[in-house]
């Protein structure tokens, strides 16, 4: 059949008009119900003499050299509406080599030139309108549109996206336990946050500041925050959420993606702009904390425990970063993390709570964002209305539980898994409190409810 078009083709009038071919992916997403959104093959015939378009054609998979004959047969044939008179041009210029190849000595045919031509700016004007009109609502932000972005830094950040989704380093670290970062390691303090602990969104979070730190915690709006600081963000999800000049190069380069639900996605936002392209040095940035945070979490887990020891390490990161070094540092020392969102931390009594359980700054560090949560703890029993005799015997408790986990349990850093079990410190209690059943029944019980909260938090062994 194509044959047999291209011959009828060959009765036309000739004329002295280019055209410009281009076969890919269209920039739209088809979502039949019984399967997985797919992107549709598009046949776009372009008359770059006239500016305007002779025909395209749409495939759900990747069409044959016969299907993009019939198309090209159509366009001279029964051009589109407004696309002209029926036609054969002088040249085809198609944008992929190999399929020049193929059609080039079948156009011979027909008196018709067929040429390799890469980059045509009517092709991508095209391609924008088109795009433009098939999807209405907000434009994606690309990756590729990043000034100064190159093909050898895209491929870096596709492939530390996708070994750091292979690594999973949220089971260790969740959302409520930042890493500090510097990169350059003598650049100054930068935050980094892992998300995917609540089995939910997964990524990291950047943050430049502790004060935009304290208010993405401080509220259970994290819209609200969001509206107030600039945030950058890399997340995983499926590609309807990319934008299309994006997945088109990840196809042309055959760069990894870890999952069907692992396109990492680059995500800022600024309170008066809303979704804006980031910049260059945040594509290095992020690429770098990718490659860096998940060797740096696992290289310092605490085996019997799965909880990260305190570190400051600095490491050299290859490729182009051009051996460049970063820094990270554990934990921070932020305790308003730990307190229920809206509610703000009093530090002096914290340091109140706290005087007697610590010896230097890194037991210091521990202790503050122990006593936070367990300050926390009494605000969420004191919302229940428990009667005051009740909250005075949790208060008690809790600084006897805060005293004997830092001075026995051995943690270097803190997180709410450590009250997960049964109440601990049993014989350190009767040696150095009290020997009197009531009394660790009492403490048992605050330590219960501890263990509740940090379930409630999201906390499973």
């Excluded at 992916?25 to 959104?37: E, G, H, L, Q, S």
């Excluded at 004060?211 to 590609?239: G, N």
């Excluded at 605490?302 to 990161?317: E, G």
Aim: aromatic fraction near 10%.
């Amino acid at each position: 059949m194509p044959h047999m078009l291209l011959a009828q083709a060959s009765e036309l009038p000739k004329d002295a008009t280019v055209w410009h071919v281009t076969v890919r992916r269209a920039p739209a997403w088809i979502t039949p119900k019984n399967k997985p959104p797919y992107r549709p093959f598009m046949i776009l015939v372009l008359n770059a003499t006239a500016d305007r378009v002779r025909g395209s054609h749409m495939e759900e998979y990747a069409p044959t050299l016969d299907v993009v004959l019939k198309a090209l047969a159509d366009a001279m044939l029964h051009p589109a509406p407004g696309g002209g008179k029926r036609s054969r041009p002088s040249r085809i210029m198609v944008d992929d080599a190999d399929l020049v190849g193929q059609l080039a000595p079948l156009l011979a045919e027909i008196e018709v030139r067929c040429e390799y031509h890469s980059g045509s700016a009517m092709v991508a004007n095209a391609l924008r309108g088109l795009t433009a009109h098939m999807n209405p609502e907000r434009p994606r932000v690309s990756l590729i549109g990043v000034r100064g972005i190159t093909v050898p830094l895209m491929a870096e950040y596709y492939a530390a996206a996708a070994d750091f989704y292979a690594l999973a380093p949220w089971r260790w670290l969740d959302n409520l336990m930042p890493i500090e970062f510097h990169y350059p390691a003598d650049g100054p303090a930068r935050y980094t946050v892992l998300m995917g602990g609540g089995g939910e969104s997964y990524g990291l979070a950047f943050y430049r500041s502790l004060d935009d730190l304290r208010l993405q915690f401080s509220t259970r709006d994290p819209e609200q925050a969001l509206r107030k600081m600039t945030s950058l963000s890399v997340t995983y999800d499926d590609p309807t959420f990319m934008a299309f000049e994006d997945l088109d190069t990840i196809d042309a380069h055959n760069w990894p993606i870890a999952g069907p639900k692992a396109y990492p996605l680059m995500m800022k936002v600024t309170p008066r702009s809303g979704f804006v392209t980031a910049t260059l040095d945040e594509v290095i940035t992020a690429a770098a904390a990718l490659r860096a945070v998940p060797g740096f979490v696992t290289g310092n887990l605490q085996a019997d425990k799965r909880i990260p020891l305190a570190a400051d390490t600095t490491a050299a990161l290859a490729d182009i970063h051009g051996g460049q070094q970063i820094r990270l540092c554990y934990p921070v020392d932020l305790p308003d993390v730990w307190m229920l969102p809206g509610r703000k931390l009093d530090h002096q009594e914290l340091e109140e709570m706290t005087a007697q359980w610590h010896w230097d700054e890194r037991s210091r560090v521990f202790a503050r964002q122990l006593g936070a949560f367990l300050l926390s703890f009494l605000d969420s029993q004191e919302a229940m209305r428990i009667s005051s005799e009740t909250l005075r015997k949790h208060e008690g408790n809790c600084w006897l539980i805060g005293k004997l986990v830092c001075e026995f349990g051995g943690y270097e850093t803190f997180s709410p898994k450590i009250f997960l079990g049964k109440p601990a410190y049993q014989a350190e209690f009767r040696e150095k409190v009290s020997n009197s059943a009531p009394a660790w029944a009492s403490y048992e019980t605050t330590w219960r409810k501890l263990t509740d909260q940090a379930r409630m938090m999201g906390y499973h062994k």
